[in-house]
C-alpha cells in the first residue's frame, strides 16, 4: 500500500523558510515523479513543484520558481520541498503526492495527508 | 490552460445522476483527470485519460469528453459520494485545475 507522509508544517513568518518532508513508503520510490501540491484556506488546489524518479528534472510554477526548491533523496525514500522568502499568499495546506510515471510530471494518484503552512506575522 | 467547472454547486438527492462538467481554455486532447475530496481529506484520483477509472473507484461514476468539453458523471449517488470533485489537465504544462464542484445534498 502506497503511504506518503508529511511533515514540516507551521506558522512562519514573511519572508521566512520553512523545509517540509514527505516520506513515503509502499513502492520503489525512485521509479516515480514526486510533487508538491498546495490548497489555500477554503480554495481550490494548485501544483506547486515536482521531480522526476531521477532527481534530473525538476519543474516549478511561476508562483513559487526561485523562492522554493524541491529535492529528494532517494535512499531514504523522502521528497523535500525548501521554501523560502514566504509571503502570505503561501499560506496552505501542503500535500505530496506520486506520479504515475517517472521521468515528468503528469497527474497525482497518490496523496499524503497533508501538513498546514502558515505565513503569518 | 485555463480549467473551467459547472456548476460551482450541485444540489442532488441520494440515487440521483450528478453530470459534472470540466471544460479547457484550449485543446487537452484526452488528458483529463478527475479527483473526489471530502472535508479534511486529501484529494483521491477517480478517473485518468478521461474515462479510465481508477484502482477501486465503483463503476457508478464515468468519464467521458475530449479536446475542450469533459464530463464526469455519478450514475446513482450515494451518501459518500458528498464531496467536491476538481478536473486536471495534464496535457499541456503546467499541469491545471479547475476551481472545482461541490456536490451537496
Known amino acids: 500500500e502506497v503511504q506518503l507522509l508529511e511533515s514540516g508544517g507551521g506558522l512562519v513568518q514573511p519572508g521566512g523558510s520553512l523545509r517540509l518532508s514527505c516520506a513515503a513508503s509502499?513502492?520503489?520510490?525512485?521509479?516515480?515523479?514526486m510533487s508538491w501540491v498546495r490548497q489555500a484556506p477554503g480554495k481550490g488546489l494548485e501544483w506547486v513543484a515536482g521531480?522526476?524518479?531521477?532527481?534530473?528534472?525538476?519543474y516549478y510554477s511561476d508562483t513559487v520558481k526561485g523562492r522554493f526548491t524541491i529535492s529528494r533523496d532517494n535512499f531514504k525514500n523522502i521528497v523535500f520541498l525548501q521554501m523560502n522568502s514566504l509571503r502570505a499568499e503561501d499560506t496552505a495546506v501542503y500535500y505530496c503526492?506520486?506520479?504515475?510515471?517517472?521521468?515528468?510530471?503528469?497527474?497525482?494518484?497518490?496523496w499524503g495527508q497533508g501538513t498546514l503552512v502558515t505565513v503569518s506575522s | 490552460i485555463v480549467m473551467t467547472q459547472s456548476p460551482a454547486t450541485l444540489s442532488v438527492s441520494p440515487g440521483e445522476r450528478a453530470i459534472l462538467s470540466c471544460r479547457a481554455s484550449?485543446?487537452?486532447?484526452?488528458?483529463l483527470v478527475w479527483y473526489q475530496q471530502k472535508p479534511g481529506q486529501a484529494p483521491r484520483l477517480l478517473i485518468y485519460?478521461?474515462?479510465t477509472r481508477a484502482t477501486g473507484v465503483p463503476a457508478r461514476f464515468s468519464g467521458s469528453g475530449s479536446e475542450t468539453a469533459f464530463s464526469l458523471t455519478i450514475s446513482s449517488l450515494q451518501s459518500e459520494d458528498f464531496a467536491v470533485y476538481y478536473c486536471?489537465?495534464?496535457?499541456?504544462?503546467?499541469?491545471?485545475f479547475g476551481q472545482g464542484t461541490k456536490v451537496e445534498i
Open positions: 503526492a506520486k506520479d504515475p510515471l517517472r521521468t515528468v510530471v503528469t497527474y497525482f494518484e497518490s
Open positions: 509502499g513502492f520503489t520510490f525512485s521509479n516515480y515523479a
Open positions: 521531480i522526476s524518479g531521477g532527481s534530473d528534472s525538476t
Open positions: 486536471q489537465q495534464e496535457n499541456n504544462w503546467p499541469p491545471t
Open positions: 485519460d478521461a474515462s
Open positions: 484550449r485543446s487537452v486532447s484526452r488528458r
